[in-house]
Structure formats: structure tokens, C-alpha cells
């Protein structure tokens, strides 16, 4: 097919002529040389590189950040956590929250539930929520009264490290009270426990013996048994601990009711009145085993979780063993634990979102802190020693055209944070604690997304054609000047 040339008719044609930028060059004027064919081969793989590298950015989104002061007008902010203490029991495990605005709240109990673990860290019972401890009754007593911690004419034993087992294992049923001198509820124990072994053993003939153990001179004693708290309370039979350990009221009563309640539990000693009226203390009938006292186990691990409401400042929350009625044994308080997960800001509703689950899934790592210390286990191997988290905070907000969820709503924030952790030391009479200590940024970091936009595509192609083209040509033309045999 043949070019239309525009002929010479007048001045419109002469001015058409003039704005032709695309003038052809006759054919019988050019020449094709071996030279220009590889420059030509060499430009097309450019520029076929080049617009797939473009093609490839064009289609890539990039993540950019910038810092900014946080407008977040929230006063408070929510801490998530689920915590496993393998060697901690719930019946003393307490979240506290101290901050630097003088909030301090002990035993918090809303949103936050625990459960029993057994021996190997498995969930077992549900142990409620973080509420608060029963308070456990006393007898009350003569001020004036006078009492001794050894053994005296009411019967109660006091043992120690040489005559313990042999003791437990000679006398088929014993109950014995663990205590430290030092311990004020086990002083105020000490007068009952005295009662209610001349009530149990002269008055009412119960088949049953009474001791103590003192847990400061007979400390290896003690850890060994597991004693973790003062005074603790544990029924023997034939040589093994019957557990759990008694926690109620610690009343003559009480602590008569209780026993009555284990003989009435067996066969054997049903008619333990009866017989002791008979004065019948010798039987034909074998010695039950471990497992016909055995009640439920005494569960020696606790996991916490749930959520709390903090303000946003400079605080902590830390987990702690405490009782309102007894006194701990710092050497037994074992605080390694597993951090299951922590987070802070409430993610609920972001991480049901769909839109928003597959917007996080393609952040790089490096945007995607927000619960660094999960599934991580900090353990300790010494006594008095408990590891404290320092956490520090950052809100992390997205870009409304980037993370908009599929209800129009705006993905506002989440919080990225980063720890560091230690073992701390204790004083031997102080009792360990796990601590989170948190402080939340005053910045934030703003997340966008950076893709090139379609014009800026176009551009860049237009460009990769001309400027190969162009370039490439001009190294042709000189390589040809240079190579281009010479006239004679």
C-alpha cells in the first residue's frame, strides 16, 4: 500500500507538510548492515526486559510508613492475655494493674477466667473467674490463753524430717498441719489445731492422728511434700496425701465435719462411732488402697486469660501468688510461665474481617508485630526468681484506601509492640511475681500502601520504547561512523 503524500495545492497543504513529524525516508535510500541488525536484535530484548520489570512493579504493592503524633482519644486501652503457670495453683494465682496515674486495682476479677491444669499442663477444671478468695474462719480464743508449738498432753504430734515418713506410713490416717512460726493465721490456727485433736482423738475416739510440721526448721521437709503456702492442711491415709488440701474454715467444727466427711466417704470406718464405743481397734479387714481416699487431685498448675481494661500510660500487670488467708512460702512461689498470647487494642472485630485478614496476611513481617512473645515459655531454675516483660507500644494505623474492611468501616489501629525480658531476684522472704511492665508510644506509625498508578505505567513504557530506541540508535550511528570503511 502507498504512502499519501500531500502535493503542493496551496497553503493549507504547505502547512500540513510542515507539522509531519513522522517523514519517511525513501527505501532506496537506506541500507541494511549487519551492525544495525544486532542493535536492533539488542534493543527489542530491552525493551521486552524493561516492560516486564515495569509490568511486574506495576502490578506490586508497596508498603510505605511514616511517623506521626497519635491522635488516639481513647482513654483506655485493652491488654489481651492467656498465660500458663505450671507450678502455680489457681486458688492463689491474682492479676493486679498498678499505672503511673496511681490506679491500683488487686485481684481483678472482670474478663478474666482460669483454669486447672494437671501434672502434664493439661486444662482440666474450670476454676472460675478471677474472683475474690474466700475469706476462711477462725475459732476465736482466750487472749490470755497460753500455747506451745510441741507436742503436748492434747496429742498433737509434732514431727520432723527423721520421723515424718515413718510416722504417716505406721498410722493409717493422719492430718497434719504444715506451718511457719512466723505465719500470724498459722498462730491463730495453732490454739484450734490443739481442740480439735483432743475433740477428735479423747472425745469423740475418732481413729485418726493429729500432727504438725514446722516448715522453717524442716524446710527440705516441706519442699519436698510441696508445701506451698501457710498453714496447709493434709489428709493422710496409709501414707499418701489425700487430696486437695483443706481450705475452709479452720473452727473446731469445721475441722471435725471434715473429718467425719472422710470416714464416712469409706467403707472401713463407716462405723467408726460404733466401733470406737466397742473399743474395737483391732480389724481383720484389709487396709484400703491410695485410690478409696483419693478425692480430686490437688491441680498444680493454673491458666489465666481474658482481657483488662487499662489507661493509657505508663502501668503494669503482673501475676502473683497471694492469699487473703494464708501466709506464702516464697521458696516454693515458682512464676515460669508461658505466654500463650498477649496483645494489646481490641483485634476482634479486624480479625474477622475477611478483607482485613488478607490485607494483613500480605504486610511483610517487619509491620506484623503485634504478638511477638506468643507460644514463648520463660522459665526459671532457681528459688526467688521470677522473669518481668518490658513492653514497649506503637499504634499502628492504616491507610483509609488500603484497609478498608468489606463494611466501609476503617481499619483504624492496631498496636505492634517489642519486649525485652530478664529474671529478676527476690529477697528470700519476699514472694516472686510475673510482671508486664507496658509504656505506650506518644507516635505512631501510619502504614500506606504505594503503587504506581496506571499513567505513570503508561509513561514509563512510552518512555522504555523511546529511550531504548533513541539510545541505542545513537550508538548504531556512531559505531557505524566508527566501522564504515573508508573511501579511497
Known sequence: MKRNDISDGGPIQSFLRTVDFYRRVPRDLTEATSLGVTMSLLAMLIMVTLFLAETIAFARTNFVTEIALDDNVNPQIAINFNLTFHELQCDYLSVDV??????????????VEKWHLDGDGQRRIYAGRNREQRQVQ???????????????????????????????????????NFYAPW????????????????????????????????????????????????????????????????????????????????FELNERFKDWEKRSLENNKNSDQPKKSFSDWHGRPEYVGCQVSGHIMVNRVKGNFHVEAKSISHNLNPAMANLSHVV???????????????????????????????????????????????????????STHFSESSATSSKGKKADTL?????????????????????????????????????????????????????????LGLIDASLYKVFKPKKL
Request: net charge negative.
Open 138 to 176: 477462725h475459732e476465736e480464743h482466750d487472749e490470755d490463753e497460753e500455747h506451745t508449738w510441741d507436742e503436748d498432753e492434747d496429742g498433737v504430734a509434732q514431727l520432723n524430717t527423721d520421723n515424718f515418713k515413718e510416722y504417716i506410713s505406721k498410722n493409717e490416717m493422719a492430718f497434719i
Open 183 to 262: 505465719c500470724v493465721w498459722c498462730q491463730r490456727l495453732h490454739p484450734t489445731w490443739e481442740k480439735f485433736s483432743r475433740a477428735a482423738t479423747k472425745e469423740k475416739h475418732m481413729p485418726l492422728t493429729v500432727a504438725s510440721v514446722d516448715c522453717v526448721e524442716n524446710n527440705q521437709l516441706c519442699r519436698e511434700n510441696k508445701i506451698f503456702a501457710f498453714p496447709t492442711l493434709r489428709w493422710y491415709a496409709n501414707g499418701e496425701p489425700m487430696t486437695p488440701d483443706y481450705k475452709m474454715d479452720r473452727t473446731v467444727n469445721a475441722l471435725l465435719d471434715f473429718a467425719k466427711r472422710k
Open 98 to 111: 498498678l499505672d503511673s496515674l496511681g490506679t491500683n486495682r488487686q485481684n481483678i476479677t472482670k474478663n
Open 340 to 394: 500463650n498470647h498477649l496483645s494489646f487494642g481490641d483485634t476482634e472485630e479486624f480479625v474477622k474481617d475477611r478483607k482485613f485478614k488478607r490485607y494483613l496476611k500480605g504486610l511483610p513481617n517487619d509491620y506484623k508485630e503485634f504478638s511477638p512473645m506468643d507460644t514463648e515459655m520463660y522459665h526459671t531454675n532457681e528459688y526467688h526468681q521470677a522473669f518481668h516483660h518490658y513492653i514497649k507500644v506503637v
Open 415 to 471: 498496636y505492634q509492640f517489642i519486649e525485652q525480658s530478664q529474671i529478676v531476684k527476690y529477697s528470700e522472704s519476699d514472694v516472686p511475681e510475673a510482671r508486664f511492665s507496658y509504656d505506650i508510644s506518644p507516635m505512631s506509625v501510619i502504614v500506606k500502601t504505594d503503587s504506581l498508578k496506571w499513567y505513570d505505567y503508561l509513561t514509563s513504557l512510552f518512555a522504555i520504547i523511546g529511550g531504548t530506541f533513541t539510545t
